[in-house]
């Protein structure tokens, strides 16, 4: 039998925590706009934090299929940036302590993973573990963004209603946690921010404020959230300069707005996926938004 403490190397000055949120994505997985590693990198960007434990990337990651950039010089190696998957503490605008858990998704041994972040959850003594990122969606940018709740148990979310029914969509190591720490009794909940589809591809730092103000409802966690806005701002008004210098891409937009604002109104449908009324693909309006993509790159 493998022990999946073996995966993981808790830091010796590692703090006692008085019942802490763990907030983790992982990179690697659907992640429309960004959304999540957004989210969580401007939370380490803007707070202090220290590493807490630091998980075995060697045993988890498949390097063939992801390798890391190693930098030549002249006539040798110099670098190689490691991938790194880490816990983090760190304590938010009120000095709540709380946890942040980020790095590549694992490519192997899922449940000998999730056994181990189990084994932490305890030794720290996490409350509630919340996972956040982005889903391409037919929406407007214009109109708020939507989210879809989903939890180990209903009172998490306050029995939120989903777009969604019953579906059967790829695993996800994020997955994979709700679940199997649910089952042994753990809150855990996700955020997935409906992204336009055809910024999916974008960073779009709107989701991103729009998860961790989710996260702020759900927990009562408070971040410093200035800079980001700011850049929800910025992209907006790309977008929008966009979209007035090509009529096609304006109509598009009207056509998903009016969409939007009929079953936002009550229109007798099930679901946004399952609008019949003839819309705008998303790679028909992705390749309208190429040029622009390609501007902020080179930025």
């Known amino acids: 039998m493998f022990d999946p403490t073996d995966l993981y190397k808790l830091a010796d000055d590692a703090p006692e925590l008085a019942d802490p949120v763990l ?43 992801r390798r890391p950039i ?5 006539d040798r190696w110099v670098e190689c940036e490691s991938p790194e998957l880490t816990i983090h503490a760190a304590n938010d605008s009120t000095g709540t302590q709380f946890l942040l858990m980020s790095g590549p998704e694992p490519d192997r041994e899922w449940e000998l993973f999730t056994q181990a972040v189990t084994a932490l959850v305890r030794r ?10 982005g889903i391409p969606m037919a929406v407007p940018h214009t109109r708020p963004l939507g989210i879809t709740m989903h939890a180990s148990r209903p009172e998490l979310i306050n029995s939120q209603t989903s777009v969604f029914g019953r579906v059967q969509v790829p695993g996800s190591v994020a997955a994979l946690l709700e679940l199997r720490l ?9 955020y997935a921010v409906h992204v336009p ?7 779009y730092p709107t989701a991103a404020v729009t998860a961790l103000e989710a996260v702020t409802r759900a927990t009562g966690l408070v971040f410093p959230m200035d800079a980001l806005r700011d850049a929800a701002r910025r992209t907006t008004t790309e977008i929008e ?18 969409q939007y604002d009929a079953f936002a109104g009550g229109a007798e449908r099930e679901n946004l996926m399952a609008e019949t009324t003839p819309m705008p693909t998303g790679d028909e309006l992705a390749a309208q938004f190429e040029r ?8």
């Open 23 to 65: 907030l983790y994505h992982f990179d690697g997985f659907v992640d429309a706009g960004g959304a999540g590693r957004l989210a969580l990198g401007h939370l380490l960007a803007e707070l202090e934090h220290r590493v807490v434990a630091t998980f075995d990337v060697d045993r988890l990651l498949d390097y063939r299929s």
């Open 70 to 74: 190693m930098t030549f010089d002249t």
């Open 124 to 133: 720290l003594g996490v409350s509630k573990l919340v996972t956040l990122h």
């Open 182 to 190: 649910g089952a042994q009794g753990h809150d855990a909940l996700g």
């Open 197 to 203: 589809h055809y910024l999916s591809q974008a960073e």
């Open 241 to 258: 300069e966009q979209i007035q210098a090509s009529s096609e891409l304006s109509t598009a937009i009207t056509g998903l707005e009016q």
């Open 292 to 299: 622009f993509l390609a501007e902020r790159d080179d930025e």
